[in-house]
């Protein structure tokens, strides 16, 4: 298990070096702050890789280039497998001290990047998979992915006479991950940055496959204002529609485990993408998560 | 420094010649600012600022900047106003002003 | 070290010199008939005579996006594929090119699906033959290993950085074992330098690659990635010329001929087919007949010029591939008649031979049919499957 000793990740201890800077990401995004504090704390020596998607449409556009550290923008599908490249190339040219660290949305991740993601854990290649999870595809204009929840209205996922937004649930990746026997993964809220920013510091010291899963929101996506994705992000944690969990040495472990959640309805309706839900649509979605708690804490034992 | 300043003498390529080989292009190259986005512009209170450095961790842009008195400056070139920092000050000590028409 | 003789297939003649090019990194997913290519390099690995990394990759769009990542740190790379999987791979083949990635690849030409099939025709490369990679058409196994060599001066070479895809032609060239002589590992050290690219990410000058180029810049990006690939016509000749002085084996550059100085009626083709037409055409000029051969080694970058030199004295041409676009021509065939249509000059009569497709055998017989074809005035149809 997780070194009880691991040093409490303290904010003054962070880096004051911004190496994701002068991006083009909308206002208030979360995932570029994801982006940011992963880089703060993984530091100079790194390699990101980050496929087609918000991140990569808003930090490379010739001559603005916002990565202070190395970077590549990777094909859709190949984030994993292109971090495995890199590296296999880096270790084989004997550099040393690195860290590779892909940076993939939501449909990134848990669609089309779900076979090369699949295939670096298997191999247990050393490299650190971030997906920010904004729950939709959100760089093309809010299309419904493998990540966004049911209930979601997207632009794929309309609201009409038959439907009521996305008739998925969101794809358990956390638990799809931890399935392969990962060497490390997590998940983490933007809302909860000292949780993400302690999970980052031990993936950089896990020798083999590391994912973190950030629940990132996205103002322009989901219909809320720009300064509250904080709050939304943290209330997704408190309302217990997201968790935050580690899987380590085949054990899993629930990092936050609220007595009581908060109202499901209120984080709904601070959203604009499910203010459509009637009455019935919010207790299936109130049932889901009674079942998602029971299961988890019977099979996790947390 | 910790955040790259903007090249405001790079020239765009014309020739051939000028282009980079490949698409590779030095990190943290900087030619055009982000400041027009803003409506609402973050202003710190330094005498309620308790300087606890949420604001700082919450950007998303990381444009606010720890100074070496120790106080926090904001970069304007490149904040967007998003106003997460102002919300999520504990000792509400960032007003958002209006940048005005 | 000193050069040995063995008996070997094309594809372990690949993996030999892919040995002796000393990759870094391999990565690649298994499909026929490239198998033993990537087995012997895994067998390679394993004991140590070639020391790299070998990804066993998940896909083969996984297998080149690894190649491209490792070529990113500025890592010698290599993989090999096939037919199907070399289209799946189809995005990351213009990601390598746009991205100058020299990464190298063996392709074992064989026929696309539907209807299924694994033996040889060369629809799989012709189909992709716009995305930015040098395609060579090895026509044996010693031209196979001796490419591979080739490929990594190519590529790698400043003034060309562009993938380089070597195309053998499926179990003819793959599965057939020959005499092959392979070099010793001293003299292939002395031929191929260490690859060296300010076009990587570096912790020294950190880099941003693989970006954005919106319309103001794109099209520069382009023709630069043009530009290089003219390039690569020069320095074809230059590798070329290195490696006849240190091993005494002589390649011909774009194209091949066989007595195009006097030929009246000339077939061009590319890869093993050659080696059937070979023996018909001296049997015909023995009888006197004054047939010759044009073996295109390089389809990118064409030999333009090349075929205009080739073809200018004969008075009729018939371009026999393995391949068809359909509701048009064979892709050879098309670039071979606008080399002549832009030239000046008198054209010959062109005929387009499409054969061999899912391995359909090519025989003397229709060799000796298509020469006739050819000395035939009858326009006939322009393109004739045989």
Known sequence: MRNQAEKKTSIRDLSDRELFYGHKACPGCGGS?????????????????????????????????????????????????????????????????????????????????IQALSGAIDRHDKIIYICYDNEAYMNTGVQKSGLTPIGARTTTSPVGQRLRGSVNRKKPMFEIVAAHGIDYAATASVGYPLDYLRKLEHARHVEGTSYIHVFSPCPVGWGYETADTIAVAKNAVDCGLWYLAEFSEGRFALNHNPAELTSVRDYLMGQSRFRHLQEEDINAILAQREAFWTRIHREWRV | MNFPERNRSFKPPK??????????????????????????????????????????????????????????????????????????????????????E | MVEKRAFISGNEAVAAGVCLARPHVIAAYPITPQTTVIERLAEMVEDESLRAEYLHVESEHSALSACIGASAVGARTFTATSSQGLLYMAECLHYASGGRFPVVMMNANRSVALPWNIYGDQRDSLSLLDCGWIQAYAEDAQESLDMILHAYAIAEHPDVLTPMMINLDGFVITHTYELVTIPAQSDADLFLAPFQTSNKMDFDSPMSLGFTAGPAYNQAFKQLQHLAMLSASRVIREVEEKFGQLFKRNYSGLLETLYCDDAEYIIVTLGSVAGTLRPVIERLRALGERVGLVRIRYMRPFPLEEIRKALAGAKAVGVLEKDISFGFEGTVYTNVNSALMSANLMRPRLRNFIGGLGGKNISAQDVEMMFSRLKSSDEGERVEFI
Not at chain 1, 89 to 97: S, V
Not at chain 2, 43 to 55: E, Y
Not at chain 2, 76 to 90: H, T
Request: net charge neutral; glycine share 12%; proline share 4%.
């Open chain 1, 33 to 113: 702050l994801a982006l940011r504090l992963a880089l703060k704390v993984l530091g100079e020596r790194s390699y990101a890789v980050v496929p087609a998607g918000c991140m990569s449409a808003v930090g490379f556009i010739f001559p603005q280039m916002a990565f202070g550290c190395n970077a590549i923008i990777s094909t859709f599908a190949g984030t994993a497998s292109m971090l495995s490249g890199v590296a296999a190339g880096a270790r084989a040219l004997g550099i040393k001290d690195f860290h590779a660290v892909g940076f993939a949305g939501d449909g990134g991740t848990a669609d089309i990047g």
């Open chain 2, 15 to 100: 020739e051939l010649k000028d282009y980079p080989v490949g698409t590779a292009f030095p990190a943290g190259h900087l030619v055009d600012t982000n400041a027009a986005w803003r409506s609402l512009r973050p202003v710190i209170d330094a005498i309620k600022c308790s300087n606890c450095l949420i604001c700082w961790l919450l950007c998303p842009d990381g444009v606010i900047h720890r100074n070496s008195e120790g106080g926090l400056e904001i970069d304007y070139d490149f904040c967007k106003g998003c106003g997460i920092c102002s919300k999520e000050c504990r000792q509400k000590a960032i007003r958002m002003e209006s940048e005005g």
